[in-house]
Protein backbone atom coordinates (compact mmCIF):
# COMPACT_ATOMS: atom_id res chain seq x y z
CA UNK A 1 0.00 0.00 0.00
CA UNK A 2 1.47 3.56 -0.79
CA UNK A 3 2.42 5.35 1.91
CA UNK A 4 -0.06 8.14 2.63
CA UNK A 5 2.21 11.24 3.28
CA UNK A 6 0.96 13.94 4.85
CA UNK A 7 1.10 17.36 3.28
CA UNK A 8 1.72 20.65 4.90
CA UNK A 9 1.89 24.41 3.79
CA UNK A 10 6.18 25.07 3.00
CA UNK A 11 8.25 26.50 6.02
CA UNK A 12 7.87 30.19 6.55
CA UNK A 13 4.24 30.18 4.38
CA UNK A 14 0.82 29.37 6.10
CA UNK A 15 -2.57 29.49 5.05
CA UNK A 16 -4.88 32.46 5.62
CA UNK A 17 -7.83 31.36 6.83
CA UNK A 18 -12.00 32.87 7.84
CA UNK A 19 -12.61 34.73 10.05
CA UNK A 20 -8.89 36.00 10.00
CA UNK A 21 -9.32 36.81 6.22
CA UNK A 22 -12.48 38.91 6.78
CA UNK A 23 -9.96 41.35 8.53
CA UNK A 24 -7.33 40.96 5.60
CA UNK A 25 -10.35 41.81 2.76
CA UNK A 26 -11.55 44.79 5.10
CA UNK A 27 -7.66 46.07 5.79
CA UNK A 28 -7.11 45.68 1.73
CA UNK A 29 -10.60 47.30 1.04
CA UNK A 30 -9.49 50.35 3.27
CA UNK A 31 -6.67 50.78 1.57
CA UNK A 32 -8.08 50.80 -1.69
CA UNK A 33 -10.19 53.40 -0.44
CA UNK A 34 -7.62 55.78 1.28
CA UNK A 35 -5.23 55.41 -1.75
CA UNK A 36 -8.21 56.25 -3.85
CA UNK A 37 -8.79 59.57 -2.53
CA UNK A 38 -5.20 60.17 -2.89
CA UNK A 39 -5.47 59.50 -6.60
CA UNK A 40 -3.63 56.45 -6.95
CA UNK A 41 -4.82 53.18 -9.04
CA UNK A 42 -3.95 49.62 -8.84
CA UNK A 43 -1.11 47.54 -10.72
CA UNK A 44 -1.40 44.31 -10.25
CA UNK A 45 2.40 42.58 -11.81
CA UNK A 46 3.29 39.35 -12.40
CA UNK A 47 4.54 37.44 -9.63
CA UNK A 48 8.16 36.50 -10.97
CA UNK A 49 10.36 38.99 -13.22
CA UNK A 50 13.68 38.06 -14.34
CA UNK A 51 16.39 37.56 -12.21
CA UNK A 52 18.12 40.69 -13.24
CA UNK A 53 15.51 43.39 -12.96
CA UNK A 54 15.50 42.81 -8.88
CA UNK A 55 19.72 42.17 -8.90
CA UNK A 56 19.94 45.53 -10.60
CA UNK A 57 17.41 47.49 -8.61
CA UNK A 58 17.68 46.37 -5.73
CA UNK A 59 21.31 45.56 -5.64
CA UNK A 60 23.12 41.93 -5.99
CA UNK A 61 24.80 42.74 -3.25
CA UNK A 62 22.00 43.12 -0.63
CA UNK A 63 20.68 40.14 1.39
CA UNK A 64 17.64 40.37 -0.66
CA UNK A 65 18.99 39.57 -3.54
CA UNK A 66 22.63 37.81 -3.06
CA UNK A 67 21.00 35.61 0.04
CA UNK A 68 16.78 35.57 -0.04
CA UNK A 69 15.83 35.56 -3.68
CA UNK A 70 13.90 32.30 -4.98
CA UNK A 71 15.06 31.90 -8.14
CA UNK A 72 15.01 29.58 -10.90
CA UNK A 73 15.61 28.44 -14.52
CA UNK A 74 12.51 28.69 -16.57
CA UNK A 75 12.81 25.63 -18.77
CA UNK A 76 10.72 21.75 -18.70
CA UNK A 77 13.45 19.26 -18.53
CA UNK A 78 14.96 17.99 -14.73
CA UNK A 79 16.55 15.73 -16.50
CA UNK A 80 19.10 17.95 -18.18
CA UNK A 81 19.27 20.19 -14.92
CA UNK A 82 20.29 16.62 -13.53
CA UNK A 83 22.09 15.94 -16.16
CA UNK A 84 24.04 19.07 -16.10
CA UNK A 85 25.20 18.50 -12.29
CA UNK A 86 26.48 15.15 -13.03
CA UNK A 87 28.65 16.95 -15.95
CA UNK A 88 29.44 20.32 -13.84
CA UNK A 89 31.03 18.33 -11.08
CA UNK A 90 33.58 15.61 -12.81
CA UNK A 91 35.46 13.36 -10.22
CA UNK A 92 39.24 15.34 -9.76
CA UNK A 93 40.70 12.26 -11.68
CA UNK A 94 39.36 9.39 -13.48
CA UNK A 95 41.50 6.08 -14.09
CA UNK A 96 39.51 3.09 -14.72
CA UNK A 97 37.64 2.47 -18.04
CA UNK A 98 34.26 1.80 -16.34
CA UNK A 99 34.05 5.53 -15.21
CA UNK A 100 35.35 6.79 -18.02
CA UNK A 101 32.40 4.97 -20.26
CA UNK A 102 29.58 5.84 -17.36
CA UNK A 103 30.73 9.77 -17.92
CA UNK A 104 30.82 9.20 -21.70
CA UNK A 105 27.33 7.75 -20.96
CA UNK A 106 26.03 11.32 -19.14
CA UNK A 107 27.60 13.23 -21.93
CA UNK A 108 25.61 11.58 -24.70
CA UNK A 109 22.47 11.54 -22.50
CA UNK A 110 22.75 15.01 -22.21
CA UNK A 111 23.39 15.76 -25.92
CA UNK A 112 20.52 13.82 -26.76
CA UNK A 113 18.08 14.71 -24.60
CA UNK A 114 19.33 18.98 -25.13
CA UNK A 115 19.04 18.14 -28.79
CA UNK A 116 14.83 17.00 -28.02
CA UNK A 117 15.06 20.06 -25.77
CA UNK A 118 15.91 22.64 -28.63
CA UNK A 119 13.96 20.73 -31.36
CA UNK A 120 10.97 21.30 -29.08
CA UNK A 121 11.80 24.97 -28.46
CA UNK A 122 11.95 24.29 -24.88
CA UNK A 123 15.49 25.30 -25.00
CA UNK A 124 16.82 28.09 -26.99
CA UNK A 125 18.49 27.35 -30.82
CA UNK A 126 20.91 31.13 -30.08
CA UNK A 127 23.87 30.99 -31.99
CA UNK A 128 25.77 30.48 -28.71
CA UNK A 129 23.68 27.37 -27.53
CA UNK A 130 23.99 25.81 -30.84
CA UNK A 131 28.15 26.44 -30.87
CA UNK A 132 28.24 24.91 -27.68
CA UNK A 133 26.06 21.80 -28.74
CA UNK A 134 28.62 21.46 -31.61
CA UNK A 135 31.42 21.86 -29.47
CA UNK A 136 30.44 18.89 -26.80
CA UNK A 137 29.27 16.81 -29.35
CA UNK A 138 33.24 17.10 -30.61
CA UNK A 139 34.60 16.59 -27.35
CA UNK A 140 32.29 13.26 -27.44
CA UNK A 141 33.98 11.48 -30.27
CA UNK A 142 37.43 12.64 -28.77
CA UNK A 143 36.10 11.17 -25.00
CA UNK A 144 35.67 8.19 -26.87
CA UNK A 145 38.51 7.25 -28.82
CA UNK A 146 40.54 8.09 -25.93
CA UNK A 147 39.05 5.42 -23.58
CA UNK A 148 39.38 3.26 -26.45
CA UNK A 149 42.90 3.82 -27.14
CA UNK A 150 43.32 3.85 -23.13
CA UNK A 151 41.84 0.52 -22.93
CA UNK A 152 44.86 -0.93 -25.16
CA UNK A 153 47.54 1.23 -23.83
CA UNK A 154 46.81 1.79 -19.81
CA UNK A 155 48.93 4.72 -20.64
CA UNK A 156 49.11 7.91 -18.16
CA UNK A 157 49.22 10.24 -20.85
CA UNK A 158 45.76 8.98 -22.68
CA UNK A 159 44.29 8.96 -19.07
CA UNK A 160 45.55 12.88 -18.22
CA UNK A 161 44.36 13.06 -21.94
CA UNK A 162 40.53 12.05 -20.87
CA UNK A 163 40.24 13.98 -17.44
CA UNK A 164 41.86 17.05 -19.76
CA UNK A 165 38.59 16.76 -22.01
CA UNK A 166 36.04 15.93 -18.99
CA UNK A 167 37.09 19.45 -17.53
CA UNK A 168 36.62 21.09 -21.35
CA UNK A 169 33.42 19.13 -21.16
CA UNK A 170 32.09 20.93 -17.54
CA UNK A 171 33.35 24.25 -19.14
CA UNK A 172 31.05 23.81 -22.53
CA UNK A 173 28.28 22.96 -20.38
CA UNK A 174 28.08 25.68 -18.69
CA UNK A 175 28.20 28.04 -21.92
CA UNK A 176 24.47 26.50 -22.67
CA UNK A 177 21.83 28.74 -21.52
CA UNK A 178 19.29 26.30 -20.91
CA UNK A 179 16.24 29.03 -19.85
CA UNK A 180 15.80 32.65 -18.45
CA UNK A 181 16.64 32.71 -14.80
CA UNK A 182 13.42 34.04 -13.24
CA UNK A 183 12.64 34.86 -9.61
CA UNK A 184 9.52 35.56 -7.12
CA UNK A 185 9.53 39.01 -6.60
CA UNK A 186 10.90 40.21 -3.36
CA UNK A 187 9.58 43.49 -3.51
CA UNK A 188 7.31 45.13 -5.92
CA UNK A 189 9.15 48.92 -6.98
CA UNK A 190 11.27 46.90 -9.33
CA UNK A 191 8.13 45.58 -11.35
CA UNK A 192 6.72 48.48 -11.07
CA UNK A 193 9.55 50.51 -12.46
CA UNK A 194 9.73 47.95 -15.37
CA UNK A 195 5.78 48.19 -15.92
CA UNK A 196 6.27 52.05 -16.07
CA UNK A 197 9.10 51.59 -18.59
CA UNK A 198 7.09 49.21 -20.75
CA UNK A 199 3.54 50.76 -20.81
CA UNK A 200 5.28 54.31 -22.15
CA UNK A 201 4.07 55.57 -18.65
CA UNK A 202 6.49 58.49 -19.45
CA UNK A 203 3.46 59.60 -22.09
CA UNK A 204 0.66 59.86 -19.28
CA UNK A 205 -0.12 63.06 -17.08
CA UNK A 206 2.87 62.86 -14.74
CA UNK A 207 2.61 61.97 -11.88
CA UNK A 208 1.56 58.41 -12.37
CA UNK A 209 0.50 57.19 -8.61
CA UNK A 210 0.07 53.39 -8.46
CA UNK A 211 -0.67 51.12 -5.61
CA UNK A 212 -0.44 47.43 -5.59
CA UNK A 213 -0.84 44.39 -2.79
CA UNK A 214 -0.27 40.76 -3.09
CA UNK A 215 2.61 38.27 -1.71
CA UNK A 216 6.22 38.91 -1.90
CA UNK A 217 8.90 36.22 -1.38
CA UNK A 218 11.79 35.99 0.48
CA UNK A 219 14.15 32.94 1.97
CA UNK A 220 14.59 34.46 5.39
CA UNK A 221 14.57 32.65 8.83
CA UNK A 222 10.82 32.80 9.95
CA UNK A 223 9.82 33.91 13.21
CA UNK A 224 6.85 36.24 14.82
CA UNK A 225 5.89 38.42 11.81
CA UNK A 226 8.27 37.06 9.46
CA UNK A 227 7.66 34.69 6.52
CA UNK A 228 9.00 33.76 3.38
CA UNK A 229 5.86 34.20 1.65
CA UNK A 230 4.63 37.68 2.85
CA UNK A 231 1.78 40.17 1.68
CA UNK A 232 2.80 43.94 1.04
CA UNK A 233 0.42 46.82 0.32
CA UNK A 234 2.32 49.38 -1.40
CA UNK A 235 2.04 52.54 -3.92
CA UNK A 236 4.83 54.42 -5.95
CA UNK A 237 4.68 57.84 -7.17
CA UNK A 238 7.05 58.35 -10.47
CA UNK A 239 7.67 61.23 -12.92
CA UNK A 240 9.45 61.67 -15.48
CA UNK A 241 12.19 64.45 -15.46
CA UNK A 242 11.54 67.07 -18.20
CA UNK A 243 14.75 67.57 -19.99
CA UNK A 244 16.92 70.31 -18.68
CA UNK A 245 15.30 71.08 -15.58
CA UNK A 246 17.28 72.34 -12.92
CA UNK A 247 17.18 69.66 -10.02
CA UNK A 248 17.63 72.82 -7.06
CA UNK A 249 14.02 74.61 -8.20
CA UNK A 250 12.20 71.56 -7.96
CA UNK A 251 13.02 70.89 -4.15
CA UNK A 252 10.11 71.97 -2.49
CA UNK A 253 7.82 70.12 -4.94
CA UNK A 254 9.88 66.34 -3.99
CA UNK A 255 9.34 67.38 -0.61
CA UNK A 256 5.92 67.97 -1.05
CA UNK A 257 5.34 64.67 -2.48
CA UNK A 258 7.48 62.87 -0.51
CA UNK A 259 5.27 64.60 2.41
CA UNK A 260 2.23 63.66 0.42
CA UNK A 261 3.05 59.84 0.53
CA UNK A 262 4.24 59.38 4.35
CA UNK A 263 0.50 61.37 5.08
CA UNK A 264 -0.99 58.76 2.73
CA UNK A 265 0.21 56.21 5.03
CA UNK A 266 -0.69 57.50 8.30
CA UNK A 267 -3.97 57.84 7.06
CA UNK A 268 -4.81 54.89 5.95
CA UNK A 269 -2.86 53.64 9.63
CA UNK A 270 -5.29 55.74 11.30
CA UNK A 271 -8.13 54.85 9.72
CA UNK A 272 -7.52 51.47 10.41
CA UNK A 273 -7.06 52.11 14.61
CA UNK A 274 -3.43 51.06 14.12
CA UNK A 275 -1.91 51.48 17.73
CA UNK A 276 1.24 52.82 18.40
CA UNK A 277 2.15 54.51 15.42
CA UNK A 278 5.74 55.90 14.81
CA UNK A 279 7.57 57.25 11.70
CA UNK A 280 10.85 57.29 11.35
CA UNK A 281 12.44 59.49 8.41
CA UNK A 282 16.41 60.26 7.32
CA UNK A 283 17.72 61.53 4.42
CA UNK A 284 20.56 59.44 3.45
CA UNK A 285 21.67 61.87 0.78
CA UNK A 286 22.07 61.34 -3.43
CA UNK A 287 24.68 60.52 -5.91
CA UNK A 288 26.79 63.57 -4.81
CA UNK A 289 27.14 64.06 -1.02
CA UNK A 290 26.44 60.25 -0.37
CA UNK A 291 29.50 58.40 -2.03
CA UNK A 292 32.13 61.07 0.28
CA UNK A 293 29.97 60.50 3.14
CA UNK A 294 30.27 56.74 3.07
CA UNK A 295 34.05 56.74 2.01
CA UNK A 296 34.39 59.01 6.16
CA UNK A 297 32.30 56.27 7.28
CA UNK A 298 34.47 53.67 5.73
CA UNK A 299 37.83 55.08 7.14
CA UNK A 300 36.37 55.65 10.59
CA UNK A 301 35.22 52.35 10.82
CA UNK A 302 38.16 50.88 9.64
CA UNK A 303 39.92 52.54 13.35
CA UNK A 304 37.29 50.39 14.92
CA UNK A 305 37.33 47.31 13.20
CA UNK A 306 38.82 44.75 15.87
CA UNK A 307 35.89 45.91 17.98
CA UNK A 308 33.23 44.68 15.41
CA UNK A 309 31.40 41.47 15.20
CA UNK A 310 32.38 39.53 11.66
CA UNK A 311 28.78 40.99 9.81
CA UNK A 312 29.91 44.75 10.20
CA UNK A 313 33.71 43.95 9.23
CA UNK A 314 32.59 42.82 6.15
CA UNK A 315 30.35 45.64 5.70
CA UNK A 316 32.33 47.96 5.85
CA UNK A 317 33.88 46.64 2.79
CA UNK A 318 30.66 45.97 0.72
CA UNK A 319 28.30 48.44 2.34
CA UNK A 320 29.34 50.85 5.18
CA UNK A 321 26.06 52.17 5.54
CA UNK A 322 24.50 48.92 6.56
CA UNK A 323 26.71 48.88 9.79
CA UNK A 324 24.72 51.76 11.15
CA UNK A 325 21.71 48.98 11.04
CA UNK A 326 23.44 47.05 13.58
CA UNK A 327 21.31 45.49 16.42
CA UNK A 328 23.92 44.00 18.08
CA UNK A 329 24.76 45.76 21.80
CA UNK A 330 28.18 45.93 21.72
CA UNK A 331 28.10 47.96 18.43
CA UNK A 332 26.16 50.33 20.18
CA UNK A 333 28.05 53.28 21.53
CA UNK A 334 30.94 52.75 18.76
CA UNK A 335 28.15 53.17 16.29
CA UNK A 336 26.67 56.25 18.35
CA UNK A 337 30.29 58.03 18.12
CA UNK A 338 30.20 57.95 14.35
CA UNK A 339 29.68 61.04 11.77
CA UNK A 340 26.26 61.60 11.02
CA UNK A 341 24.90 61.83 7.33
CA UNK A 342 22.71 64.83 8.32
CA UNK A 343 25.84 66.88 8.97
CA UNK A 344 27.84 65.89 5.74
CA UNK A 345 24.39 66.12 2.90
CA UNK A 346 25.38 68.58 -0.16
CA UNK A 347 22.96 71.75 -0.10
CA UNK A 348 20.43 70.11 -2.22
CA UNK A 349 19.96 67.25 -0.21
CA UNK A 350 20.04 69.18 2.98
CA UNK A 351 17.48 71.93 1.77
CA UNK A 352 15.00 69.08 0.67
CA UNK A 353 15.15 67.30 3.87
CA UNK A 354 14.52 70.28 5.88
CA UNK A 355 11.25 71.28 3.30
CA UNK A 356 10.06 66.94 4.17
CA UNK A 357 9.82 68.20 7.91
CA UNK A 358 8.51 71.47 7.19
CA UNK A 359 5.81 70.12 4.85
CA UNK A 360 5.38 66.80 7.23
CA UNK A 361 4.98 69.89 9.98
CA UNK A 362 2.02 71.62 7.44
CA UNK A 363 0.48 67.84 7.42
CA UNK A 364 0.42 67.32 11.26
CA UNK A 365 2.33 64.63 10.69
CA UNK A 366 4.54 63.51 13.93
CA UNK A 367 7.51 61.79 13.26
CA UNK A 368 11.42 61.32 14.79
CA UNK A 369 14.01 61.99 13.35
CA UNK A 370 16.87 58.69 13.08
CA UNK A 371 20.11 59.64 11.43
CA UNK A 372 20.95 55.48 11.41
CA UNK A 373 17.89 54.89 8.81
CA UNK A 374 19.61 53.56 6.01
CA UNK A 375 17.45 50.55 4.74
CA UNK A 376 18.32 47.51 2.90
CA UNK A 377 17.78 48.37 -0.94
CA UNK A 378 20.40 49.98 -2.91
CA UNK A 379 17.92 51.86 -5.06
CA UNK A 380 17.24 55.02 -2.03
CA UNK A 381 18.50 58.48 -2.37
CA UNK A 382 17.45 61.40 0.07
CA UNK A 383 13.88 60.76 2.15
CA UNK A 384 13.77 57.33 4.20
CA UNK A 385 11.56 56.79 6.07
CA UNK A 386 9.94 53.77 8.33
CA UNK A 387 6.96 53.11 10.43
CA UNK A 388 6.56 50.96 13.51
CA UNK A 389 3.69 49.69 15.36
CA UNK A 390 2.85 48.26 18.78
CA UNK A 391 2.70 44.79 19.40
CA UNK A 392 5.12 43.70 17.24
CA UNK A 393 8.53 42.56 19.04
CA UNK A 394 11.57 42.87 17.34
CA UNK A 395 10.01 43.00 13.81
CA UNK A 396 8.33 45.75 14.24
CA UNK A 397 8.89 47.97 10.75
CA UNK A 398 5.04 47.73 9.55
CA UNK A 399 6.13 49.89 6.58
CA UNK A 400 8.93 51.26 4.77
CA UNK A 401 10.12 53.35 2.02
CA UNK A 402 12.10 56.35 0.54
CA UNK A 403 12.52 58.45 -2.57
CA UNK A 404 14.42 56.42 -5.58
CA UNK A 405 15.14 58.93 -7.93
CA UNK A 406 17.30 57.10 -10.74
CA UNK A 407 15.75 53.71 -10.69
CA UNK A 408 13.77 53.64 -13.99
CA UNK A 409 16.71 54.78 -15.51
CA UNK A 410 18.89 52.69 -14.10
CA UNK A 411 16.48 50.08 -15.43
CA UNK A 412 16.46 51.73 -19.04
CA UNK A 413 13.91 53.84 -18.65
CA UNK A 414 13.74 57.81 -19.25
CA UNK A 415 14.83 59.96 -15.86
CA UNK A 416 12.28 59.46 -13.59
CA UNK A 417 11.79 60.55 -9.79
CA UNK A 418 10.56 57.80 -7.56
CA UNK A 419 9.01 57.94 -4.05
CA UNK A 420 7.21 54.80 -2.98
CA UNK A 421 6.40 52.85 0.56
CA UNK A 422 5.52 49.28 1.16
CA UNK A 423 3.36 47.80 4.30
CA UNK A 424 3.96 44.51 5.40
CA UNK A 425 0.47 43.53 5.67
CA UNK A 426 1.05 40.04 7.80
CA UNK A 427 2.62 43.25 10.41
CA UNK A 428 -0.08 44.92 10.01
CA UNK A 429 -2.97 42.57 10.51
CA UNK A 430 -0.58 41.22 13.51
CA UNK A 431 -0.53 44.54 15.30
CA UNK A 432 -4.33 44.93 14.64
CA UNK A 433 -4.96 41.52 16.39
CA UNK A 434 -2.76 42.59 19.46
CA UNK A 435 -4.66 45.41 19.56
CA UNK A 436 -7.75 43.48 19.47
CA UNK A 437 -9.08 44.76 16.61
CA UNK A 438 -9.13 41.41 14.80
CA UNK A 439 -12.02 40.11 12.38
CA UNK A 440 -14.69 38.69 14.36
CA UNK A 441 -16.26 35.66 13.03
CA UNK A 442 -18.05 35.77 9.46
CA UNK A 443 -21.94 35.19 11.10
CA UNK A 444 -24.92 34.47 9.43
CA UNK A 445 -27.78 37.42 9.05
CA UNK A 446 -30.69 34.21 8.67
CA UNK A 447 -30.37 30.27 8.97
CA UNK A 448 -33.12 29.20 6.81
CA UNK A 449 -34.53 26.33 9.03
CA UNK A 450 -37.14 23.91 6.31
CA UNK A 451 -38.91 20.05 6.96
CA UNK A 452 -40.79 18.94 4.59
CA UNK A 453 -41.22 19.05 0.25
CA UNK A 454 -43.29 21.93 -0.22
CA UNK A 455 -41.39 24.02 2.59
CA UNK A 456 -37.61 23.28 1.00
CA UNK A 457 -38.98 24.85 -2.23
CA UNK A 458 -40.39 27.81 -0.04
CA UNK A 459 -37.07 27.81 1.69
CA UNK A 460 -35.11 27.80 -1.62
CA UNK A 461 -36.78 31.10 -3.09
CA UNK A 462 -36.62 32.71 0.34
CA UNK A 463 -32.92 32.00 0.64
CA UNK A 464 -32.81 33.48 -3.26
CA UNK A 465 -34.24 36.97 -2.31
CA UNK A 466 -32.52 37.04 0.70
CA UNK A 467 -28.99 36.65 -0.62
CA UNK A 468 -30.05 38.74 -3.84
CA UNK A 469 -30.72 41.52 -1.45
CA UNK A 470 -27.42 41.47 -0.15
CA UNK A 471 -27.64 39.05 3.48
CA UNK A 472 -26.01 36.37 4.66
CA UNK A 473 -27.93 33.36 4.64
CA UNK A 474 -27.32 29.75 5.38
CA UNK A 475 -29.39 26.63 3.78
CA UNK A 476 -29.27 23.51 4.99
CA UNK A 477 -29.25 21.09 2.22
CA UNK A 478 -31.49 18.66 3.88
CA UNK A 479 -34.62 19.26 6.34
CA UNK A 480 -33.86 18.98 10.26
CA UNK A 481 -35.77 18.63 13.05
CA UNK A 482 -36.37 22.62 14.04
CA UNK A 483 -34.82 21.80 17.76
CA UNK A 484 -31.70 20.87 15.48
CA UNK A 485 -31.79 23.60 13.09
CA UNK A 486 -32.12 26.19 15.58
CA UNK A 487 -28.67 24.67 17.67
CA UNK A 488 -26.74 24.44 14.41
CA UNK A 489 -28.36 28.22 13.80
CA UNK A 490 -26.55 29.27 16.94
CA UNK A 491 -23.69 27.63 16.24
CA UNK A 492 -23.33 29.85 12.98
CA UNK A 493 -23.62 33.05 14.93
CA UNK A 494 -27.00 33.30 12.84
CA UNK A 495 -29.15 36.61 13.85
CA UNK A 496 -32.26 35.16 12.89
CA UNK A 497 -34.21 31.67 12.39
CA UNK A 498 -36.33 31.53 9.73
CA UNK A 499 -38.52 28.26 10.27
CA UNK A 500 -40.32 27.14 7.23
CA UNK A 501 -42.85 24.15 7.41
CA UNK A 502 -46.06 23.15 6.27
CA UNK A 503 -47.95 25.39 8.47
CA UNK A 504 -46.29 28.37 6.88
CA UNK A 505 -46.22 27.52 3.53
CA UNK A 506 -49.66 27.23 3.51
CA UNK A 507 -50.40 30.49 4.91
CA UNK A 508 -47.76 32.81 3.75
CA UNK A 509 -46.91 34.26 7.82
CA UNK A 510 -43.16 33.02 8.16
CA UNK A 511 -41.95 32.19 11.87
CA UNK A 512 -39.36 34.36 12.41
CA UNK A 513 -37.28 33.56 15.74
CA UNK A 514 -34.96 36.52 17.19
CA UNK A 515 -31.77 33.97 18.27
CA UNK A 516 -30.12 36.98 20.55
CA UNK A 517 -33.56 36.50 22.93
CA UNK A 518 -35.49 33.60 21.62
CA UNK A 519 -38.56 36.09 20.57
CA UNK A 520 -40.62 34.57 18.15
CA UNK A 521 -42.93 36.12 15.69
CA UNK A 522 -44.91 35.30 12.48
CA UNK A 523 -44.42 37.55 9.34
CA UNK A 524 -45.09 37.58 5.39
CA UNK A 525 -41.85 37.63 3.41
CA UNK A 526 -42.08 41.53 3.08
CA UNK A 527 -42.63 42.43 6.21
CA UNK A 528 -39.08 40.09 6.88
CA UNK A 529 -37.03 41.82 4.63
CA UNK A 530 -37.99 44.81 5.81
CA UNK A 531 -36.98 44.16 9.07
CA UNK A 532 -33.66 43.03 8.40
CA UNK A 533 -33.18 45.96 5.72
CA UNK A 534 -34.24 48.37 9.05
CA UNK A 535 -31.77 45.78 11.29
CA UNK A 536 -28.58 46.28 9.16
P1 LIG B 1 11.20 46.57 2.70
O1 LIG B 1 11.62 47.39 3.86
O2 LIG B 1 12.11 45.52 2.24
O3 LIG B 1 10.90 47.59 1.52
O4 LIG B 1 9.79 45.92 3.02
C1 LIG B 1 8.70 46.71 3.42
C2 LIG B 1 7.94 46.04 4.55
O5 LIG B 1 7.60 44.70 4.17
C3 LIG B 1 8.75 45.86 5.83
O6 LIG B 1 8.74 47.03 6.62
C4 LIG B 1 7.98 44.75 6.51
O7 LIG B 1 6.83 45.26 7.16
C5 LIG B 1 7.53 43.90 5.33
N1 LIG B 1 8.39 42.70 5.19
C6 LIG B 1 9.60 42.63 4.61
N2 LIG B 1 10.08 41.37 4.68
C7 LIG B 1 9.16 40.63 5.34
C8 LIG B 1 9.04 39.26 5.73
N3 LIG B 1 9.99 38.37 5.44
N4 LIG B 1 7.94 38.86 6.40
C9 LIG B 1 6.95 39.75 6.69
N5 LIG B 1 6.99 41.05 6.33
C10 LIG B 1 8.07 41.49 5.67
C11 LIG B 1 10.46 47.23 0.28
O8 LIG B 1 10.07 46.13 0.00
C12 LIG B 1 10.43 48.38 -0.68
N6 LIG B 1 10.01 47.86 -2.00
C13 LIG B 1 9.50 49.47 -0.19
C14 LIG B 1 9.40 50.62 -1.11
C15 LIG B 1 8.43 50.84 -2.04
N7 LIG B 1 10.27 51.60 -1.22
C16 LIG B 1 9.87 52.42 -2.16
N8 LIG B 1 8.77 51.96 -2.67
Given at each position: MAEKKKFQAIKGTRDLLPPETELWNSVEQTAREVFGTFGFGEIRPPI????ELFARAVGGETDIVSKEMYSFEDHGSKGLTALRSLLLTPPRSITDQQSMWLYECFLLDFLSQLDLAMQNQTISKSPENLRAQQDLSTLAGELSQTRLRYSETNSGTDSEMFNKRMRKVSIFVLLINMGDEL??????TASVCRAYIEHGM?????PVKLYYMGPMFRRERPQKGRYRQFYQIGAEVLEMVPP???????IGKDAAVDAEVIEMVMAFFARLGLEGVKLEINSIGDRDCRPKYVELLRAELLKVKDKLGPDSQRRIET??????DSKLENEQGIIAGLPKIADHLCANCAGQYAEVKRQLNMRGVAYAEN????????????TTFEITALG???????CGGGRYDGLVELLGGPPTKGIGFAIGEDRLILSLQEAGKGGAAQGRDVFVAWMGEKAQATAIAAAQKLRAAGFRVELPPVGQKFGKALGQADKLGARYALILGDDEVATGQWTVKT????SQTKMSEAEFLEMLRKGL
Amino acid sequence: MAEKKKFQAIKGTRDLLPPETELWNSVEQTAREVFGTFGFGEIRPPIFEPTELFARAVGGETDIVSKEMYSFEDHGSKGLTALRSLLLTPPRSITDQQSMWLYECFLLDFLSQLDLAMQNQTISKSPENLRAQQDLSTLAGELSQTRLRYSETNSGTDSEMFNKRMRKVSIFVLLINMGDELALRPEATASVCRAYIEHGMHALPQPVKLYYMGPMFRRERPQKGRYRQFYQIGAEVLEMVPPNQDPAKNIGKDAAVDAEVIEMVMAFFARLGLEGVKLEINSIGDRDCRPKYVELLRAELLKVKDKLGPDSQRRIETNPLRVLDSKLENEQGIIAGLPKIADHLCANCAGQYAEVKRQLNMRGVAYAENWRLVRGLDYYMRTTFEITALGLGSQNAVCGGGRYDGLVELLGGPPTKGIGFAIGEDRLILSLQEAGKGGAAQGRDVFVAWMGEKAQATAIAAAQKLRAAGFRVELPPVGQKFGKALGQADKLGARYALILGDDEVATGQWTVKTLADGSQTKMSEAEFLEMLRKGL
